[in-house]
């Protein structure tokens, strides 16, 4: 699976949108690019995932460059509760291989100020 | 719908005894992953399972550790023999199928400490 590289770590003011950035630049053409997010002392929460077009649902957008190299996770306005270590994993599409597991890295701890 | 129930959140094992987690999946899930998180580290992958059969036991520590998930029933973690290095939060996700496309949705996890 194609490794990513996220920032440690970002601040972000309440109800301004935060952008997470994601570089993914050895990903195939046949890889996902997912976002989960871990809250303190609770499981990780899915958000979003995406191929190759922009996605958005009821948390956040996923929007993927042209190359597909990069992707940004955006929460439109940030709250506190928003406080957590975010991760974006890409993983191999088609029933065969290991595409059924999840890579996690380190995430970018995001928090959220008032 | 109700999600994916780990139960108990907290467990305190003495060393040498037995944990057992269990992991009810979302309901229409067949699909189950258990996942450890040390202090301080990241989740790492230790199986994944459909009913009645391990499908890639590959994280998992050759000795102790053992997980099922039957026909009925919660999927069970069980680590015999416990020491110290197994406390950690177990976490259990569930998928509707094996796909890319099919999110893995979590539980809340089981903390283990092991006194």
């Known amino acids: 699976d194609a490794k990513t590289t996220q920032p440690t770590s970002m601040d972000c003011a309440e109800g301004r949108a935060a952008n997470l950035p994601c570089n993914h630049s050895?990903?195939?053409?046949?890889?996902?690019v997912y976002w989960y997010r871990q809250i303190h002392s609770q499981g990780p929460q899915y958000i979003i995932h995406g191929l190759k077009n922009n996605e958005t649902n009821e948390m956040a957008s996923l929007i993927i460059t042209e190359d597909r190299k990069s992707s940004t996770l955006i929460l439109p306005h940030a709250t506190l509760r928003d406080t957590a270590v975010y991760y974006c994993i890409v993983r191999v599409r088609g029933s065969g291989g290991s595409n059924y597991k999840l890579t996690f890295g380190k995430g970018t701890l995001l928090t959220v100020n008032p | 719908n109700a999600g994916v129930m780990q139960n108990p959140r907290h467990l305190v094992r003495r060393r040498g005894q037995e944990a057992r987690l269990r992991c009810s999946p979302m309901?229409?899930?067949?699909?189950v992953y258990w996942y450890r998180q040390l202090p301080e580290e990241g989740l790492k992958f230790m199986v994944y399972?459909?009913?009645?059969?391990?499908?890639?036991e590959s994280g998992m520590p050759k000795e102790r550790f053992s997980a099922e998930f039957p026909k009925e029933g919660p999927s069970i973690l069980r680590i015999q023999q416990v020491v110290r290095g197994d406390s950690a939060a177990y976490f259990c996700?569930?998928?509707?199928?094996?796909?890319?496309?099919?999110?893995?949705?979590f539980g809340n996890g089981t903390r283990l400490t092991v006194t």
């Open positions: 996700a569930s998928s509707p199928g094996q796909g890319a496309g099919s999110p893995l949705h």
């Open positions: 050895t990903i195939s053409g046949n890889e996902y």
């Open positions: 309901k229409g899930h067949s699909h």
């Open positions: 399972l459909q009913k009645e059969n391990i499908i890639d």
